[in-house]
């Protein structure tokens, strides 16, 4: 695979000179640039991003290791039945969560022509259940790792018909709710399967450029497809319409995204110097269970309220919410800490690499969700999400279903053979008496 979906790869290649740029970036005062609030992010802090080194290693050396010689090929079809549960579930889900838009086609009808804009707090959440809809992105690893990289096992119609709907829900939510990451989970399973595929494609000379420059290439599209969704979010507002132009406006923005965020986690290092051992980051999923399962922990750490949304708005601007992973690790649990964090993070992203090449179940299903906390880590800590958590235990539920259905598969084809033995008995013939005396 090229080296771009390697997870050292990625952090050697990409995401350290990356860090240098958006620096850069921000500091040029240029005029799209919104950031706002008290600067914190220096050369000191830059040269903090060497704990991507600390994650790249580790990452390298997973990548490296065999776990066991020997490899049995998987039974696509157990997959593929088991991933059809999770999707069932993930459809349910959205059905739930928009359900005041889904069935009342007259609000169905203004929110897709525009002329009904409801904000988050109109649509509603419900707790414990419009969480599943994160489920899908353990449907697209598997849906794309079958479509691209084993084209030779057909896949079921079935499952194109789950993603055409999943697909569509996905995009709905991306516009209604102004959520581009979740775009963002769709779409990296397929760059990973895609990555495979591209690897095997080396006489074409666009193919040849997919590989060498990876994410590089890929940046003109990421600003088209950020440009195109800031119109709809930041652009119309009387705030920036008309005051610049458009596409200084977009690099700009998307600049400022990734600067602010850096800054956040600077500026929270400053203000809050020691470790909190709270998980305001890491463990924000446990914090924030429905129910009120996550309530004994919060009470156990000592955590009441966001430190974060405190530092923005007595530092910063809230509009750029977003605290880096980089530096909200080294709030949670210190440098040393840090430094442990994302030595084992980069040593499971680097097995999960290596189990997702051996074309392994769980590779397939652990690889992307490593991939994006990687490709995100200078927004935010994308493992400690609700989100995350509800993807890996749509990753458990697979699991356990495959190995359910191969129990089944297998039962059902011993008692075939078994039947077939039986009704195969031969017949032994006795001579008729007198005969032979």
Same mark, same amino acid.
């Given at each position: 695979?090229?080296?771009?979906?390697?997870?050292?790869?990625?952090?050697?290649?990409?995401?350290?000179?990356?860090?240098?740029?958006?620096?850069?970036?921000?500091?040029?005062?240029?005029?799209?640039?919104?950031?706002?609030?008290?600067?914190?992010?220096?050369?000191?802090?830059?040269?903090?991003?060497?704990?991507?080194?600390?994650?790249?290693?580790?990452?390298?050396?997973? %990548?490296?290791?065999?776990?066991?010689?020997?490899?049995?090929?998987?039974?696509?079809?157990?997959?593929?039945?088991?991933?059809?549960?999770? !999707?069932?579930?993930?459809?349910?889900?959205?059905?739930?969560?928009?359900?005041?838009?889904?069935?009342?086609?007259?609000?169905?009808?203004?929110? #897709?022509?525009?002329?009904?804009?409801?904000?988050?707090?109109?649509?509603?959440?419900?707790?414990?259940?419009?969480?599943?809809?994160?489920?899908?992105?353990?449907?697209?690893?598997?849906?794309?790792?079958?479509?691209?990289?084993?084209?030779?096992?057909?896949?079921?119609?079935?499952?194109?018909?789950?993603?055409?709907?999943?697909?569509?829900?996905?995009?709905?939510?991306?516009?209604?709710?102004?959520?581009?990451?979740?775009?963002?989970?769709?779409?990296?399973?397929?760059?990973?399967?895609?990555?495979?595929?591209?690897?095997?494609?080396?006489? !074409?000379?666009?193919?040849?450029?997919?590989?060498?420059?990876?994410?590089? %290439?890929?940046?003109?599209?990421?600003?088209?497809?950020?440009?195109?969704?800031?119109?709809?979010?930041?652009?119309?507002?009387?705030?920036?319409?008309?005051?610049?132009?458009?596409?200084?406006?977009?690099?700009?923005?998307? %600049?400022?995204?990734?600067?602010?965020?850096?800054?956040?986690?600077?500026?929270?290092?400053?203000?809050?110097?020691?470790?909190?051992?709270?998980?305001?980051?890491?463990?924000?999923?446990?914090?924030?269970?429905?129910?009120?399962?996550?309530?004994?922990?919060?009470?156990?750490?000592?955590?009441?309220?966001?430190?974060?949304?405190?530092?923005?708005?007595?530092?910063?601007?809230?509009?750029?919410?977003?605290?880096? %992973?980089?530096?909200?690790?080294?709030?949670?649990? @210190?440098?040393?800490?840090?430094?442990?964090?994302?030595?084992?993070? @980069?040593?499971?992203?680097?097995?999960?690499?290596?189990?997702?090449?051996?074309?392994?179940?769980? @590779?397939?299903?652990?690889?992307?969700?490593?991939?994006?906390?990687?490709?995100?880590?200078?927004?935010?800590?994308? #493992?400690?999400?609700?989100?995350?958590?509800?993807?890996?235990?749509?990753?458990?539920?697979?699991?356990?279903?495959?190995?359910?259905?191969?129990?089944?598969?297998?039962?059902?084809?011993?008692?075939?053979?078994?039947?077939?033995?039986?009704?195969?008995?031969?017949?032994? #013939?006795?001579?008729?008496?007198?005969?032979?005396?």
């Amino acid at each position: 695979m090229p080296w771009w979906c390697s997870p050292a790869g990625l952090a050697f290649g990409f995401l350290l000179p990356v860090m240098g740029v958006i620096y850069l970036g921000g500091e040029s005062g240029a005029s799209g640039l919104t950031i706002r609030g008290v600067r914190y992010l220096n050369e000191h802090f830059l040269l903090l991003g060497a704990l991507l080194i600390s994650l790249a290693l580790p990452a390298w050396l997973g %990548a490296q290791i065999q776990l066991s010689r020997t490899r049995q090929e998987p039974n696509y079809a157990d997959w593929d039945v088991a991933v059809q549960f999770v !999707a069932g579930i993930a459809v349910f889900a959205y059905l739930i969560w928009f359900k005041d838009i889904f069935f009342s086609p007259a609000t169905l009808f203004g929110v #897709l022509t525009g002329s009904v804009k409801l904000s988050r707090s109109e649509i509603g959440l419900t707790p414990g259940l419009t969480s599943l809809a994160n489920m899908a992105p353990a449907f697209y690893s598997i849906y794309a790792y079958r479509l691209l990289k084993n084209a030779s096992y057909r896949v079921p119609r079935a499952l194109h018909i789950w993603f055409g709907v999943l697909l569509s829900l996905t995009l709905f939510r991306v516009y209604v709710w102004s959520e581009r990451l979740a775009l963002i989970e769709l779409l990296i399973p397929f760059g990973l399967a895609m990555g495979w595929w591209v690897a095997n494609r080396r006489s !074409a000379r666009f193919w040849s450029i997919v590989r060498v420059f990876g994410p590089f %290439a890929a940046l003109p599209f990421i600003i088209l497809f950020f440009g195109a969704s800031e119109y709809f979010r930041s652009w119309t507002s009387d705030t920036y319409r008309g005051k610049m132009d458009f596409w200084d406006f977009v690099i700009g923005r998307l %600049a400022s995204y990734y600067y602010t965020a850096l800054n956040n986690g600077a500026g929270m290092v400053v203000i809050l110097p020691n470790a909190t051992f709270e998980f305001e980051f890491l463990l924000e999923w446990l914090h924030k269970a429905p129910f009120g399962l996550g309530k004994p922990f919060s009470e156990y750490v000592g955590w009441q309220e966001s430190r974060f949304f405190w530092y923005l708005y007595s530092y910063q601007d809230p509009e750029f919410n977003s605290p880096s %992973a980089i530096y909200a690790v080294l709030n949670d649990m @210190g440098l040393y800490g840090g430094i442990g964090y994302f030595m084992l993070e @980069g040593l499971i992203a680097g097995l999960a690499f290596r189990a997702y090449r051996r074309g392994g179940l769980a @590779g397939v299903l652990i690889f992307p969700l490593f991939f994006i906390s990687l490709a995100e880590i200078y927004r935010y800590t994308y #493992l400690g999400q609700p989100r995350a958590f509800t993807w890996v235990l749509a990753m458990i539920l697979v699991a356990v279903l495959v190995v359910m259905v191969s129990t089944v598969r297998k039962a059902r084809a011993a008692g075939r053979v078994t039947s077939s033995q039986r009704g195969w008995a031969p017949t032994v #013939l006795t001579a008729p008496s007198g005969l032979g005396d």
